[in-house]
């Protein structure tokens, strides 16, 4: 059970209240009506009434993550599981998640030649994902070695 309020609490929360009423009546005489009613009032006492005593609202702050590539492939499987509830798509956000901050590494495969690229995490994923798909389309080495180089040459090339 909570506990009661002082007489004194509650004649100053009577007193907001007035305030507040009689201010969004007449707000050129609300102040000379309180002064009738409680002699010793304030003009500072009457604004103090006015303010509004809670807190302000808390903004929710962004992720600092929303400048890395995997993140809003991150955020789309989340969107996805939450729909289907599929554990799958789980597993890929968190998967996603855990890789976020660490660089792309792109292992090319030709035949018996590996070559293994390095890429900026802040890339976005889908223009990684396009670029595995561009290379593994090539037939050839110097293929390879020639959208390598387009995707190295402009930051968005695909």
Known sequence: MSKPFTPERLANIRRIRKARRLFKKIPLFAFAYMLEDIPDYTFKQFLDDLR???????RKGKSFLCR???????REFIRLYDQTKDIAYALKAQKLRNEMTKP????VRYKNLYRELYYSPLIPYSQIKELSDHINRCNNLNEVD??????DK?????
């Open 52 to 58: 509004i005593r809670r807190p302000g609202k808390k």
């Open 68 to 74: 890395y590539g995997r993140y809003w492939a991150m």
């Open 104 to 107: 792309y590494r792109l292992l």
């Open 146 to 151: 020639k959208v390598i180089a387009d995707f």
């Open 154 to 158: 402009y930051p968005h090339p695909y």
